[in-house]
């Protein structure tokens, strides 16, 4: 079997005339590979908080584990449940459990793409909205990235479209760009950029988010 971890953590502390915030924010993600690597076993999961002495502001985890089994060099199955809760989103809790395939479009020394389509049954929980809806959703994402023969830095970029089946005008699209650049075998800083876009929400209203994190990371 062979194990990989890594784990991500930011702190940021602000200041504005005596009004105090602090932002924590951590990652951890592992990943199993069978010793005939037909079998990936991966788990990810993070946590931010922001916390002011007048209160809790924010409040946010996410937590995804995901099967993967090799049918050829270009094909694999892939399953996974995923739960997330954000308390400033209009959907503050979604769970969900998926399968589809996963494909290897690009395969090069330094350059890498990935695909994958899969259908997804939800459950979503809006306090604001008072509603639990239970969809059944259609997922496609590609990723890319780019490792220089130097080794000085890696880049990636994944993009999710995620339409209703039954409403193809109800949609999410999400984004997540990320930049490493390793100090030693096994530390790093790290960019990471988010984007969440949702077309329709339980109020029939459109929501979008994005942060922008810079943090520093250790994996072996």
Do not use: C
């Given at each position: ?81 995923q739960g997330q ?36 049954y939800e459950v ?76 329709k929400t339980p ?18």
């Amino acid at each position: 079997m062979r194990f990989t971890l890594n784990a991500d953590f930011s702190f940021n502390h602000t200041n504005n005339d005596g009004e105090q915030v602090n932002q924590i924010d951590a990652a951890l993600s592992t990943q199993l590979k069978s010793k005939d690597l037909k079998k990936i076993y991966f788990f990810l999961g993070n946590d931010k908080v922001i916390d002011s002495e007048e209160g809790n502001l924010q409040n946010a985890w996410f937590l995804h584990g995901r099967f993967n089994y090799k049918l050829n060099d270009l094909l694999r199955l892939e399953s996974f449940l995923q739960g997330q809760y954000n308390q400033l989103l209009v959907v503050e809790q979604r769970n969900l459990i998926g399968a589809g395939l996963w494909w290897k479009w690009v395969n090069k020394e330094r350059f890498t793409g990935y695909g994958g389509n899969s259908y997804m049954y939800e459950v979503e929980f809006s306090e604001q909205a008072g509603t639990t809806n239970y969809n059944h959703r259609n997922s496609t994402y590609l990723t890319l990235s780019y490792t220089p023969k130097s080794q000085k830095f890696s880049v990636a970029n994944t993009v999710y479209y995620q339409p209703l089946y039954r409403e193809l005008g109800d949609y999410r699209i999400l984004e997540q760009f990320r930049l490493d650049v390793p100090l030693s075998s096994w530390l790093k800083v790290f960019t990471l950029y988010n984007y969440y876009y949702d077309s329709k929400t339980p109020l029939k209203t459109e929501e979008y988010t994005s942060d922008l994190n810079i943090g520093v990371g250790i994996g072996f």
